[in-house]
């Protein structure tokens, strides 16, 4: 700070507190307002005149004394204010003036931070920090029935993490990360995403006109004479115990029950098992062509059916259908 700026630094203290005894000491200089008081005017060139006014209020004062401002002039105190106790009335440029009542605040403001500013302290702390896994999807590829699948669980990891902390009137107000050390890698979760179509079992299922339960005679068609059926048409193949067919030999069902030949139908999953399925094309076969839904299979959709077999060459003998099936839910 120079010699000029540290002359307007304690001016601008003295116009602060004037400006605060304006209002202490008003009442008081409007009491007395008859009297004669010599009054210092300072003009925005720095022209100091003294002039004797029995006027107490700056524009009131300004007025008598024929001192009109222009645009860019204002005046401290300002005109509406009685005269501070030190009779001085400055002229300024307002663009000056407004800096000048800044730094009036802005030392006051200094101060009140000063003031307020309790003791500060500093600590190193060291914390454990949980580092969370990700999950990283990967997208499955050939045939499956599931739709996601984990393939390797996650772990969070742990790292030890330093922190400097400063503390005001032992209130934390800053916290800065100065090192940290992984203990313990994290390990991703990740999960494979297969995307499945899914057939919507109703599609091209109708309303049967007929109900061949009514005329047929086997056990299974007098089971569901009473159920009105629907009707779709389906892609029919046909598989065996094999292990070419089921990937295993035991010949169980999905239901838990052993596959049987003609009783036996693979469906997909839109059709629940037990599920009884009546198809024309084979009523000359020994079940008259009623079956009842007792498997499933990873490439058996809604809208296929798969006929069960007593051997590989009977059911690669069939080969692939679409037939006509009448399905009976109850
Ligand atoms: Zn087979």
Not at 253 to 279: E, F, R
């Amino acid at each position: 700070m120079n010699k000029n700026e540290k002359a307007s630094g304690s001016l601008i203290k003295i116009i602060g507190i004037s400006l605060v005894l304006i209002f202490l000491t008003g009442i008081g200089v409007m009491a007395s307002s008859a009297r004669v008081t010599n009054v210092k005017i300072i003009l925005s060139n720095d022209y100091e005149m003294t002039v004797l006014t029995t006027k107490t209020r700056v524009a009131d004062i300004l007025e008598e004394n024929h001192i009109t401002l222009t645009a860019e002039e204002i005046t401290i105190p300002s005109l509406e204010l009685e005269i501070a106790e030190n009779r001085t009335i400055r002229i300024v440029n307002k663009e000056d003036g407004i800096t000048e009542i800044a730094e009036v605040e802005a030392v006051i403001t200094a101060e009140e931070i000063l003031s307020s500013y309790g003791t500060i302290t500093e600590k190193l702390v060291t914390e454990q920090v949980v580092i969370p896994f990700e999950t990283i999807t990967k997208e499955a590829t050939g045939q499956g029935t599931k739709q996601n699948r984990i393939v390797q669980n996650g772990k969070d990891g742990l790292k030890e993490v330093t922190y400097k902390i400063k503390y005001q009137n032992e209130i934390e107000i800053e916290k800065t990360e100065i090192s940290s050390k992984i203990i313990k890698e994290p390990v991703n979760k990740i999960v494979e995403v297969r995307t499945i179509q899914i057939t919507s079992r109703s599609a091209g299922e109708r309303k049967a006109t007929t109900n061949p339960a009514v005329t047929a005679s086997t056990t299974l068609a007098k089971k569901v004479e009473g159920i009105t059926p629907t009707v779709k048409t389906f892609n029919t193949s046909a598989y065996c115990s094999c292990a070419k067919c089921c990937g295993k030999t035991n010949g169980i069902t999905a239901s838990g029950a052993k596959a049987s030949a003609w009783y036996t139908v693979a469906a997909g999953k839109g059709y629940k098992l037990g599920t009884v399925i009546y198809i024309p094309a084979l009523k000359d076969k020994p079940n008259g062509g009623w079956f009842v839904v007792q498997d499933r299979g990873g490439a058996i959709s809604n809208s296929k059916l798969d006929v069960y077999m007593d051997s590989h060459s009977s059911a690669l003998k069939y080969g692939r259908k679409n037939v006509e099936a009448y399905i009976y839910e109850f």
